[in-house]
């Protein structure tokens, strides 16, 4: 990544290192959600996006989502969480510790570019990069994520040992969700560059060996049903409560006298199913809440706003910015608008590309410019090409220089 452009989403038939020479498309179809795909030098000469030092001053800040995984042979697991004191990660000085930190790519532009390589998937099911640091021996138990996930090698060595969990139940008395018994099916040992695949619902265990190393973590989201059908009914009940006419109580005028009190009326059930009903087919507002909810900043983020210079130019998008698009709508930061012909064509490309250049911010409508305008005050959007970061430390050291950071580091802090 010399080019210092923000790199495309992968072309579906173009064949990757970073697939072990599939394309998108057969990755896609062979090996996602299905099974595990081990591949040696995914990305070759790889230069960790945070330095060790880098990657423990931020789990010392606050905001920063962070843990600290301990195995003692006395004290047996612990868990801390972040923030956390310096005095805190001096026990990273010690044999068979873990520290993850997650959403490295909000707080650091050269993760955030890395996660770029992985749009052939879409925006909508990205979550984030988490990093994780292990001294010799550390990892965090054989345990099962209901997630997909990219485990990336950055520096030093991690063997994983990987297999469908015969036995799903949990070790108790212990502060992380561990499996009681766990049965590899393949060993695989992990160098800087390479990566594993790894479905939803396969156990791992992944240990640092041979001294400490760092894996960083491509996170997939996928929402849970009854979970996103809660969100999306308060949303809409949410624009109901807006509209006195579209929520009116239950009323029963023809009401007959009972002698059975006890009974649920026939006609408050029906209303029961009516009130559901009416969430169910307004299949455009769904929509509408939906792009919403997706977009929604994480927790913990906010936006430097800044004064509003600008009027024309490049932009490009704030790393922490969430946008995504359907048919009718462009969603950014949890808010939907409504577009149409060109400037719905001029969003799109915004967010597909997470920039525009200054030609076609001149092409856009006085409409589009303010919205445009608008966003880059409340810091969403920012003035100027992308800036790409694509190693440790700021402006994107070049591997030499990141090496002899790593041996300088012996020193622990
Ligand atoms: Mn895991």
């Known amino acids: 990544m ?6 495309r989403a992968p072309h579906p038939d173009r064949p990757l290192a970073l697939l072990a020479g599939l394309t998108p498309k057969q990755f896609l179809r062979r ?6 795909l081990v591949i040696r030098g995914a990305i070759p000469a790889f230069v960790p996006p945070v330095t060790r030092a880098a990657l423990f001053a931020l789990a010392r800040r606050a905001g920063v989502e962070a843990r600290l995984v301990a195995h003692d042979g006395r004290k047996g697991w612990t868990l801390a969480h972040g923030p956390f004191a310096k005095s805190a990660l001096r026990v990273l ?8 930190v997650q959403g490295v790519d909000l707080h650091d532009e050269a993760a955030h570019t890395l996660l770029q390589r992985f749009r052939f998937v879409p925006d909508a099911r990205l979550d984030d990069l988490m990093i994780s640091w292990a001294s010799d021996g550390g ?3 054989p345990h099962v994520d209901s997630y997909d996930v990219f485990l990336l090698q950055a520096q030093g060595w991690r063997r994983w040992r990987i297999g469908r969990p015969k036995d799903v139940s949990l070790r108790r008395g212990v502060p992380l969700k561990m499996l009681r018994r766990f049965a590899a099916e393949q060993e695989h040992v992990l160098g800087p560059g390479d990566m594993l695949y790894l479905p939803p619902n396969w156990a791992h265990d992944g240990v640092a060996v041979g001294g400490e190393c760092m894996t960083c ?13 809660v969100e999306l009914a308060q949303r809409l009940a949410d624009l109901d409560a807006e509209d006195s006419g579209a929520d009116r109580p239950y009323a029963d005028r023809r009401l007959a006298a009972t002698r059975r009190p006890g009974r649920v009326p026939a006609a408050l059930q029906a209303f ?3 009130a559901l009903l009416r969430f169910v087919t307004r299949p455009r507002e769904i929509a509408a ?8 900043p994480k927790t913990g983020v906010s936006f430097p706003h800044r004064a509003a210079r600008w009027s024309r130019g490049a932009v490009a998008l704030d790393r922490r910015t969430r946008i995504l698009y359907d048919d009718e709508h462009v969603f950014i930061n949890g808010e939907s608008y409504r577009a149409s012909g060109d400037d719905a064509r001029l969003m799109r490309r915004l967010a597909d590309d997470r920039c525009l250049d200054a030609h076609a911010v001149r092409r856009a409508s006085r409409a589009a410019r303010l919205l445009l305008r608008e966003w880059v005050v409340a810091g969403w959007l920012r003035p100027g090409a992308p800036r790409v970061t694509t190693g440790a430390g700021a402006g ?14 012996a020193k622990r802090d």
Request: no cysteine; charged share 25%.
């Open 2 to 7: 010399a080019s210092n452009r923000m790199p």
């Open 272 to 274: 029961a199913v009516d």
């Open 396 to 409: 994107g050291v070049r591997p030499a220089a990141a090496r002899a950071q790593r041996s300088r580091g």
């Open 217 to 229: 973590s491509i996170g997939f989201r996928a929402p849970r049903r009854a979970e996103l059908a």
């Open 31 to 36: 090996h996602w959600q299905r099974k595990p």
């Open 93 to 100: 000085g010690g044999p068979r510790r873990t520290l993850l």
């Open 289 to 296: 809440a939906l792009g919403e909810l997706l977009t929604e």
């Open 139 to 141: 990892g965090v138990g």
